[in-house]
T-cell receptor
Framework: GQSLEQPSEVTAVEGAIVQINCTYQ??????LSWYQQHDGGAPTFLSY????GLEETGRFSSFLSRSDSYGYLLLQELQMKDSASYFC??????????FGPGTRLSVLP | EAGVVQSPRYKIIEKKQPVAFWCNPI?????LYWYRQNLGQGPELLIR????????DSQLPKDRFSAERLKGVDSTLKIQPAELGDSAVYLC????????????FGPGTRLTVT
C-alpha cells in the first residue's frame, strides 16, 4: 500500500525559511509532487521530484530521497500569501496517486 | 487556456436524495480524476480515467457512486442515494497523458447532505 505522513501544522514568520517534511511507506513508489491549497481554493501544483535530489523553482525547492522514503518542501523568503495547506503526493508509477494529509502553514507578520 | 470547469459549485441535499457533479477538463488532457476532500484532509482519489476508460476505481464506493466519461472529454460523478457522510468537497482534476504528477484542479463542488 501507499501512505504519506506530514506534520499537521507549521508556523513561521514573514521572511523566514520553513521546511515541510513528508515521509512515506509504499511499494513501487516512483515520484513525489507538492501542491498548495489556500482555504476554499483548489490544490495547485508546485513541484515534482522524479529523481533523488533538490529541485528549485523560485522561492520554493523540493527534495526527494527514495532510499530514505523522505522528501521535503522548502519555502524561502516567506510571505503572508504563503499561508496555506501544503500536500505531498505520491506517484505509484502512474497507477494511482495518493495525497498526504497536508500541512497547514501559518505565516506571521 | 481555460481551466478545469466544475458545476455546481455548491449543492445542499437531503439524505437519500441523488446528486450529480459535472466536470469539463482542460482541452487535450486525456487523464481525468475525481477526488473527495474532507475538511482538514488531503484529497482522496475516487476514480481515474484515461480517455473514456476508468483505469483506477478501487476507491469508488460502487454501491452508491457511479461515474462516466462517455466521449473521453467531460465527466459526471453521481451519488445515489446520498448519505450524511458524503458531505465533502468533490474535486475534478486533469493532466496530460503521462504527466499524472502535475494535475490541474477545478474549483470543486461543496456538497452538504442534511
Amino acid at each position: 500500500g501507499q501512505s504519506l505522513e506530514q506534520p499537521s501544522e507549521v508556523t513561521a514568520v514573514e521572511g523566514a525559511i520553513v521546511q515541510i517534511n513528508c515521509t512515506y511507506q509504499t511499494s513501487g513508489f516512483y515520484g513525489l509532487s507538492w501542491y498548495q491549497q489556500h482555504d476554499g481554493g483548489a490544490p495547485t501544483f508546485l513541484s515534482y521530484n522524479a529523481l533523488d535530489g533538490l529541485e528549485e523553482t523560485g522561492r520554493f525547492s523540493s527534495f526527494l530521497s527514495r532510499s530514505d522514503s523522505y522528501g521535503y518542501l522548502l519555502l524561502q523568503e516567506l510571505q503572508m500569501k504563503d499561508s496555506a495547506s501544503y500536500f505531498c503526493a505520491g506517484d505509484n508509477y502512474g497507477q494511482n496517486f495518493v495525497f498526504g494529509p497536508g500541512t497547514r502553514l501559518s505565516v506571521l507578520p | 487556456e481555460a481551466g478545469v470547469v466544475q458545476s455546481p459549485r455548491y449543492k445542499i441535499i437531503e439524505k437519500k436524495q441523488p446528486v450529480a457533479f459535472w466536470c469539463n477538463p482542460i482541452s487535450g488532457h486525456n487523464t481525468l480524476y475525481w477526488y473527495r476532500q474532507n475538511l482538514g484532509q488531503g484529497p482522496e482519489l475516487l476514480i481515474r480515467y484515461e480517455n473514456e476508460e476508468a483505469v483506477d476505481d478501487s476507491q469508488l464506493p460502487k454501491d452508491r457512486f457511479s461515474a462516466e466519461r462517455l466521449k473521453g472529454v467531460d465527466s459526471t460523478l453521481k451519488i445515489q442515494p446520498a448519505e450524511l457522510g458524503d458531505s465533502a468537497v468533490y474535486l475534478c482534476a486533469s493532466s496530460p497523458e503521462g504527466e499524472s504528477y502535475e494535475q490541474y484542479f477545478g474549483p470543486g463542488t461543496r456538497l452538504t447532505v442534511t
